[in-house]
């Protein structure tokens, strides 16, 4: 009665955190186990979660701002791509690159890298979409040089 249509995603979420919080609530009953705020909340935790949202919302933002520089409203015209994609599709590769600097899998950047230039020389190879091509070039190697960069700036301090 009161999920609509406009609202289904966030009773969803709603429903999923509170079977989380029911299943953490059981746990500690049952195992007697304490939770230790110190060692969620220590410098290093800190220092993660901060890394991880700067990389979703702000660095969207700072990359938006960079391209202000070029109007690539008439490339991208006419085109059925889903609003907000490459938003959303920038932000998992830059939590994706984090996580495998941070963890040191740096042969795992170089396959994500290559599957995202697989998937866009095929959209991108006439020479009409040169402009479009470059552009997703130079956002793609920004948003990974900043993933980079936060990932072994974490590594150093941590």
């Known amino acids: 009665m009161l999920q609509k249509k406009k609202n289904k995603r966030l009773f969803f979420f709603i429903d ?6 029911a299943i ?7 195992t007697k186990a304490t939770l230790d705020f110190n060692s969620i909340f220590s410098e290093q935790s800190l220092l993660l979660i901060t890394c991880l949202v700067f990389l979703t919302r702000p660095v969207s933002i700072i990359m938006k701002t960079i391209f202000t520089k070029w109007n690539i ?16 599709i920038g932000i998992l590769e830059r939590l994706l690159v984090f996580v495998f600097i941070i963890t040191n ?11 995202k230039s697989v998937f866009r020389f095929g959209d991108l190879k006439e020479s009409k979409h040169r402009k479009l091509t ?3 070039l130079i956002g793609t190697l920004i948003s990974f ?3 980079i960069t936060v990932g072994l700036i974490f590594n ?3």
């Open 145 to 147: 040089g900043i993933a």
């Open 105 to 115: 899998h740096w042969e795992a950047v170089g396959f994500l890298i290559t599957a």
């Open 73 to 88: 409203s008439k490339l991208t015209e006419n085109n059925e791509s889903l609003k907000d994609a490459g938003m959303y």
């Open 24 to 30: 953490l609530t059981t746990y500690f009953i049952y």
């Open 16 to 21: 999923q955190v509170l079977h989380v919080l």
């Open 134 to 136: 470059e552009y997703i």
């Open 156 to 158: 150093i301090l941590t």
